[in-house]
């Protein structure tokens, strides 16, 4: 089975509310990754979190291994921050760690 | 931040057709990843290498082959392309076996 859920798959807000993606996995991980995908199809690296809470600016990452799940949250949404986020459960292999990556949130801020 | 970037930026070749994608970083980086990303599917991991002469099959190879000449550049090849093999094509690249990817703004191949 998929190794690594997103939800919801799109979320449509009004600009000022709040948007929270979740991350769901089933395997083993050295850590997650959330990313930020423009419209353009360019990748922004948002967040390394293996564990616990990190924020940066509007958004806070939290990832609860015992939980198995990871989110993001976007304070105060802005237009500017449509597009699609990207999880990615880090797993350890030999030689270098690999990515797996979800299917992606779609969100989309209306003015 | 890393720099990473791709070329050709647009390519398109037909069924049968010899493509090259190239990959340069210039973050002196030992970890260099291509990917693939399908509505659908995501991104999935075609082929890795964590330094030069180095190559590890990801998860997606069949139809693929990559070489790693030096620690920036690292190139994916595609011998016999098909439609099926159509796609976004993302590099990426990272200092250690664990940590933040730094991605290359893709290579949207069309195979006709």
């Known amino acids: 089975g998929q190794q690594v859920q997103q939800s919801p798959a799109s979320l449509v807000l009004q600009e000022g509310e709040n948007a929270e993606l979740q991350c769901n996995f089933s395997t083993s991980l050295n850590s997650m990754q959330w990313f930020y995908q423009r419209p353009g199809g360019s990748l922004v690296s948002l967040f390394y979190n293996p564990s616990g809470t990190k924020h940066s600016g509007r958004l806070t990452s939290t990832t609860v291994i015992k939980e198995r799940r990871s989110s993001l949250h976007i304070s105060s949404s802005q237009t500017t921050d449509s597009g699609t986020y990207l999880c990615?459960?880090?797993?350890?292999?030999?030689?270098?760690?690999?990515?797996?990556f979800g299917k992606g949130t779609q969100l989309i801020i209306q003015p | 931040e890393a720099a990473v970037t791709q070329s050709p930026r647009n390519k398109v070749t037909v069924t049968g057709g010899n493509v090259t994608l190239s990959c340069r970083q210039t973050?002196?980086?030992?970890?260099m990843y291509w990917y693939r990303q399908d509505t659908g599917h995501g991104l999935r991991l075609i082929h890795y290498s964590y330094g030069a002469g180095n190559l590890q099959i990801g998860d997606v190879p069949d139809g693929y082959k990559a070489t790693r000449t030096t620690q920036e550049d690292f190139f994916l090849l595609l011998e016999l392309a098909s439609p099926s093999q159509t796609s976004l094509y993302f590099c990426?690249?990272?200092?250690?076996?664990?940590?933040?990817?730094?991605f290359g703004p893709g290579t949207r191949l069309l195979v006709l």
């Open positions: 990615a459960l880090e797993r350890p292999t030999e030689g270098a760690d690999r990515l797996t």
């Open positions: 990426a690249s990272s200092d250690n076996r664990g940590g933040t990817q730094y």
């Open positions: 973050n002196s980086h030992n970890y």
